[in-house]
């Protein structure tokens, strides 16, 4: 019987995934400064046993401003480093799985309650709160304090916290970096043409909102040694009529693939709360298979894949790669040992569940 698709090895530059299952990044909202706390353990360490090819750390903030909320991860401080180089030792001693670090700056989403406490803009002035910085001072929401816009020092600055984010990351052993250039946060700012109305290099046409990622694209790669991948999370569409589409995403992802990028991985939708996402399994599928139809990038298609056969079926049609979970893993963090027992495949598991099978 041949292998099925999902637990055929996947390499990206000098990587080898042993399974096409990523575990998507995921927002915790559980860091104090910007530190990585027990929390992170329980979870990652549930998640590193779960099987998968690759496991993504959630979004980590690049530097304080850049995080979503007061209690996002970050990578910015010796501190930060430290707790999360806690947190992965534990996970190489006994649920080795290459990692993969999503780096982000939230740009005019930042200084923002967490999702529990609702989610809101937390002003300036108010404790755990502060001044958001993006391309144009347009906010987000209409009742929102609109953020500072970005001069050419404070890019040049952003680029160099990426830098330092993707360095501190390499220092840690993480096999792999992904800079988030979706949801609506920092670099996707740039790239969408309802938040980017800057009239200098970095705003108007396509290729001028493609500079400033594709800037801290090359900043980063320069950084991490060749043979590890960096990729980009993009969102293809913003949803939005006018708004950025998947053909700019093409002509972005040919870019990015022009400079190195081992791959892309494909999601929508985050940067305009007018957005109408048309929700449904596999709903962000067709995205991925047309971006890696024009470009033949490696492509990660994510969005409500649920089942086994669903993300067999995606691979089996060439709409994509590798499939990433997010809440499916979260629902069932065995989704990977379930699929394999399911497809008629195997997965690793720690030694010390050497007595897992139920039969
Ligand atoms: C997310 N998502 C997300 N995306 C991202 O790029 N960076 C992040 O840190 C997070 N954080 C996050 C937290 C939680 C709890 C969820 C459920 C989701 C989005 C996620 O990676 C994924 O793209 C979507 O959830 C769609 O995939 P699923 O959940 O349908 O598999």
Redesign the pocket.
């Known amino acids: 019987m041949t292998t099925p698709r999902l637990f055929q090895p996947l390499r990206l530059d000098g990587l080898e995934l042993e399974n096409r299952i990523i575990v998507?990044?995921?927002?915790?909202y559980s860091a104090r400064d910007g530190e990585a706390s027990d929390w992170h353990m329980m979870h990652l360490g549930q998640l590193a046993m779960s099987g998968a090819g690759l496991l993504?750390l959630?979004?980590?903030a690049v530097s304080p401003e850049a995080r979503?909320t007061y209690a996002d991860l970050g990578l910015y401080n010796d501190a930060c480093e430290r707790e999360l180089g806690r947190v992965l030792a534990a996970l190489r001693n006994y649920a080795p799985i290459p990692l993969c670090i999503?780096i982000?700056h939230a740009g005019r989403k930042a200084s923002s309650e967490t999702?529990w406490n609702g989610g809101a803009q937390i002003a300036p002035d108010s404790p755990y709160g502060w001044l958001t910085e993006a391309p144009s001072a347009l906010p987000h929401a209409q009742d929102e304090v609109a953020p500072r816009a970005l001069d050419a020092a404070d890019m040049k600055r952003i680029r160099d916290d990426f830098v330092a984010t993707a360095k501190r990351a390499m220092r840690l052993g993480i096999d792999s970096v992904?800079i988030?250039a979706?949801?609506g946060?920092l670099l996707h700012q740039f790239l969408s043409p309802l938040s980017n109305q800057r009239s200098d290099a970095y705003g108007g046409s396509l290729e001028n909102r493609m500079r400033f990622p594709l800037e801290v694209f090359d900043a980063v790669r320069d950084a991490v040694p060749s043979g590890k991948p960096v990729w980009a999370?993009v969102s293809a569409t913003d949803w939005v009529e006018e708004g950025w589409e998947v053909e700019q995403t093409v002509a972005f992802a040919e870019a990015l693939k022009a400079r190195g990028a081992a791959a892309i991985?494909v999601?929508t939708g985050g940067v305009s709360p007018r957005q109408k996402i048309a929700l449904g399994p596999g709903y962000?599928v067709p995205f991925a298979e047309r971006v890696r139809a024009a470009t033949d990038l490696v492509t990660i298609a994510?969005?409500?894949?649920?089942a086994p056969r669903q993300a067999e079926e995606i691979l089996q049609d060439g709409k994509a790669d590798a499939i990433?979970?997010?809440?499916?893993?979260?629902y069932d963090p065995r989704w990977p040992w379930h699929a394999a027992a399911e497809l008629g495949a195997r997965v690793r598991a720690p030694k010390q569940y050497w007595r897992s099978q139920p039969r």
């Open positions: 998507a990044p995921m927002c915790q993504t959630e979004a980590t979503i999503q982000a999702p992904e988030h979706a949801h946060y999370r991985h999601s962000q994510v969005g409500l894949i649920t990433s979970l997010a809440r499916a893993m979260l």
